[in-house]
Each structure stands twice: as structure tokens, then as C-alpha cells.
Nanobody
Framework: QLKLVESGGGLVLAGGSLRLSCAAS????????TGWFRQAPGKEREFVAA????????LYADSVKGRFAISRDNAKNTVSLQMNSLKPEDTAIYYCAADYGPSAGRRVVDYNYWGQGTQVTVSS
């Protein structure tokens, strides 16, 4: 079974930065695309960024493009999300997601394995 654990969330002022990490354990492989999603209270879960586990191709939501950067460390089975120039509208629970396959996707249905989430709060 694949297990994902997020860390790095917290409270930050607008304009600040946070770095989230997602640690994968269990049935990991070189074909494990991973994504970051977020969900604010009362809203749908939305796509943030994704990366192919073994290839380096990345995807970003328009709302975070140029501010967030996703990266991977296959030796540690981790995926990170560097978040810069944070805005209050970035406030949400951030989830790491993964699935077995050749490429990353932008939809919730593209992933079957999810972490518990980590809270990010951006104050103005």
C-alpha cells in the first residue's frame, strides 16, 4: 500500500514563503506521478501543481504559476512544493496525491492515493 504524508504547513504573512514536503512510503516506484491539491473551507478541491516521478515534466494551475515550484527527490521518495509570494487566497489545506502511471494529471480523479493534508494559512 502507498502512503503519503505531508508536512511544512503553517501560518505566514502575505508575501511570505513556505515549503511543503510529501513523503511517500510503501509500494513506491519510478512510475509514480505526484500532484498537489488544495481545499479551502466550503470550496471544491482544486489542482495546484504536479510532476512526473521519473521524467521531470511539471504542470501548474494558472493561479500559482510563477509563484509556486514543484520538485522531486527520488532518492528520498519525496516531492516538495515551494510557495513564494503567498496571498490570503492561498489559504487552504494542501494535499499530496499520487498514482501509478506514466504521467501526471490536473484532475482529482487522476489520483487514487492521498495524504492527510497540511494547513496553510496566509494572513494579510
Amino acid at each position: 500500500q502507498l502512503k503519503l504524508v505531508e508536512s511544512g504547513g503553517g501560518l505566514v504573512l502575505a508575501g511570505g514563503s513556505l515549503r511543503l514536503s510529501c513523503a511517500a512510503s510503501g509500494r513506491t516506484s519510478s512510475n509514480l506521478p505526484t500532484g498537489w491539491f488544495r481545499q479551502a473551507p466550503g470550496k471544491e478541491r482544486e489542482f495546484v501543481a504536479a510532476i512526473d516521478w521519473n521524467g521531470g515534466a511539471t504542470l501548474y494551475a494558472d493561479s500559482v504559476k510563477g509563484r509556486f515550484a514543484i520538485s522531486r527527490d527520488n532518492a528520498k521518495n519525496t516531492v516538495s512544493l515551494q510557495m513564494n509570494s503567498l496571498k490570503p487566497e492561498d489559504t487552504a489545506i494542501y494535499y499530496c496525491a499520487a498514482d501509478y502511471g506514466p504521467s501526471a494529471g490536473r484532475r482529482v480523479v487522476d489520483y487514487n492515493y492521498w495524504g492527510q493534508g497540511t494547513q496553510v494559512t496566509v494572513s494579510s
